[in-house]
């Protein structure tokens, strides 16, 4: 009995010296430059939700966050990097529904696991798509889109940044609720698949509000529709796909900040805090806003769940479909 008594004592006396040494680990952090790995291209959604989140936190926590991209395979090889570095805090990912849910229901060889292999820290934002059609076609709303695809089956392509990813699944749910005949056309990247649309090479595309609103001010693009279950700010006259008939509708993307599993969780807690209060920042909020993108951030198990359910929700439509990238 004294022995157990003894060991009890000492557990728990370690317990106590690893949450002293877990706080005053987030007291003192960050103490050198943060890299935030971007698993995608410069230019992109993930890539301007990184560069002003983290321009807010190097200004409130006084070190540089470094933005790190590490483009390919829908946003796997920056995660599965992330997912292997050291669990200190100095590392993170701006992980997407691309890479930390959608891949683990089209890759059968992924390498890493969205909920064990990373420690949710927080929802950044989302950021809805708008479906846009090439000012050649005859349509201009929804209704007429599915009109004009039915009286046309398998004459419509709309492009993607590439298999599996939230454009792609988008307009594969919307063929499943609609009932229209579309042919995907995949491109290596989303900017390839606007150029497509723009050039006349197909006639529709499901692509990030941030990323398509200069073709659309330009005339190169017609929107008919967003697919969030709301409005866009940045397209106030552009109805969602739910709104003009197709009950239950929404897709679109979000992103959100992650570190590898195993990084202590006083440090989580305190850039989840710190995510919180540089995403209320009026000039960010702003910024983020006339970009199309939805300041959203929550606890690290809001996302967790959002995780999950995105796992389901798509791994339906990868199922039904049969798509599987390797």
Do not use: C
């Not at 409130?60 to 990097?81: S, Y």
């Not at 059968?108 to 934002?125: G, H, Q, T």
């Not at 006639?203 to 969030?228: C, E, H, Y």
């Not at 900040?257 to 807690?269: K, W």
């Amino acid at each position: 009995m004294k022995t157990n008594r003894v060991l009890q004592h000492l557990a728990a006396s370690l317990a106590l010296a690893a949450g002293l040494s877990g706080g005053a680990q987030a007291q003192d952090y960050p103490s050198r430059p943060v890299t935030t790995i971007v698993p995608f291209a410069a230019g992109g959604a993930s890539d301007l939700l990184a560069r002003q989140l983290g321009k807010q936190l190097s200004t409130k926590l006084g070190q540089a966050f470094v933005i790190e991209n590490r483009a390919g395979a829908g946003g796997t090889v920056g995660a599965r990097l992330a997912a292997r570095a050291a669990p200190d805090g100095y590392t993170l990912v701006m992980g997407t529904n691309a890479s930390h849910a959608i891949a683990t229901t089209t890759h059968r060889n992924l390498n890493y696991d969205p909920l064990k292999d990373f420690a949710a820290i927080s929802l950044v934002a989302r950021v809805p798509q708008v479906v846009m059609v090439h000012p050649s076609v005859p349509v201009k709303d929804i209704p007429g889109l599915i009109d004009y695809a039915k009286r046309n089956p398998g004459q419509l392509n709309f492009s993607s940044a590439g298999n599996g990813t939230p454009g792609h699944l988008g307009m594969e749910l919307f063929k499943m609720m609609t009932g229209v005949d579309m042919v995907h056309v995949p491109f290596q990247g989303g900017n390839p698949a606007l150029v497509a649309l723009t050039g006349g090479q197909v006639q529709l595309l499901a692509d990030n509000i941030s990323s398509a609103l200069p073709q659309i001010k330009a005339g190169k693009a017609r929107a008919i529709a967003v697919t969030s279950a709301h409005r866009s700010q940045a397209l106030p006259d552009v109805p969602t796909i739910a709104e003009q008939g197709v009950t239950g509708f929404e897709s679109g993307s979000w992103f959100a900040l992650f570190a590898p599993a195993g990084t202590p969780p006083a440090v989580i807690d305190k850039l989840n805090a710190e995510v919180a209060l540089a995403l209320k920042d009026p000039a960010a909020h702003e910024t983020l806003s006339a970009q199309g993108a939805e300041p959203d951030p929550g606890t690290p198990e809001a996302l967790r769940q959002l995780i999950r359910e995105d796992v389901a929700k798509w791994g339906d439509v990868v199922k039904r479909i049969g798509l599987q990238v390797d």
